[in-house]
């Protein structure tokens, strides 16, 4: 063998070595990415105003662009809420001045970026406490439930595994205590009987119609997708990393819900709020029409868990959550199989290609 063919060799060895180290690396990166991600600390306010939400633009809200127009216009509809000075006052402001308002009230128009929590079911090994998700249903059936539906949640759900699980026992006992609309009967008669637990959770309103009447023109969204359907953007760099599979950050969801319940607060003295509105800086639009549903004690926990609005916000959002997604332990769990599968394959793999090419000079 010359000296320029066991060089070149060496060279080919030490590439391999390098290539199976990246895959090494790349692999624990990805398993440890959502926990890494979760260290980020929260964006300042003044760049939430820069970032606009994917949320926001989902609900239909005006674009940012077209938002950032209106202060220069007179006030439309929305800024006679969000006291947005006229365009005369404006004018006459020095420039950089009217900029330095301008951005004051666009950080007070858009909403705030919805605080982290810690959730048991986030990252790669995550997995929903049922403590957590009792809690949590016990919530929404004392409280929420008078005004959200949970349409595709039925009773048996609560006692299948990966979830709550109740007993049997009491999850008939429970749907039995519902009152469920069926038929036509042999006369032609819809009627109301005890709850099975194949039965579904019935509807606090009869149509979207009788909760707008009764919720001052506001209409409760339904609860079973709520904690997937709602999110926001993380913005430049982070959302590149929601991109990539075992980087994703899920939990966007039960961490707005969470803020929502525990942002209500006293609008600011030039906002003025329309009736049955509520001042709560992380809903898009800071207006919400759900007047604050948690206050200290207004549910009772059996498991000794504190009864704040803290504790209430963060277990409904969990059940809310397990609703969402009730397979979300499986699918983890497969997941993780796959990875570990893909491994050990690719060693195979490796050790295989050394032994046919052994042979073979080059
Ligand atoms: C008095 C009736 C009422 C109760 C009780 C209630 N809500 Fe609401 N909720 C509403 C209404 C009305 C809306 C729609 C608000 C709007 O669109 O401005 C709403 C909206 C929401 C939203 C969606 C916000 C968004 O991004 O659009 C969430 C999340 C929510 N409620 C969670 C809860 C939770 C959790 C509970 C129980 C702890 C609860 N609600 C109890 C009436 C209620």
Known sequence: ??????KSRRLVSSMKRRALISIAVAATLALLGPAWAQEEAPPSTTDQAAAPSAQENDQGAAPPAKEADKAAEPPAKEGDNAAAPPAKEAEKVAA?????????????????????????????FGRYDKAQLRRGFKVYKEVCSSCHSIKMLAFRNLSQPGGPEFPEKEVEALAASYKIKDGPNQAGEYFDRPGRPSDRFPPPFANEQAARAALAGNYPPDMSVLAKARGYSRGFPLFLFDALPGFSYQEHGV??????????????????MPDGQFYDPYMPGRRIGMPPPLSEG???????APQTIDQYAKDVAAFMMWVAEPHLE??????????????????????TKRKIWSNVPH
């Open 1 to 6: 063998m010359s000296e320029a063919h066991r």
């Open 298 to 304: 207004v549910v009772t926990y059996e498991d000794g």
């Open 330 to 351: 499986s699918r983890k769990r497969t997941g993780l199989g796959v990875v570990a599968f893909l491994l050990v394959f690719v060693g195979l793999l490796y050790f």
């Open 96 to 124: 950089p001045e009217a900029k330095e308002k301008e951005a004051r009230h666009e950080s007070e128009r858009h909403e705030q970026k919805p605080k982290r929590f810690d959730w048991s079911f986030a990252g790669a």
């Open 255 to 272: 961490d707005y819900i969470t803020s929502l319940m525990e942002g209500y607060e006293d609008p600011p003295p030039d906002v003025k």
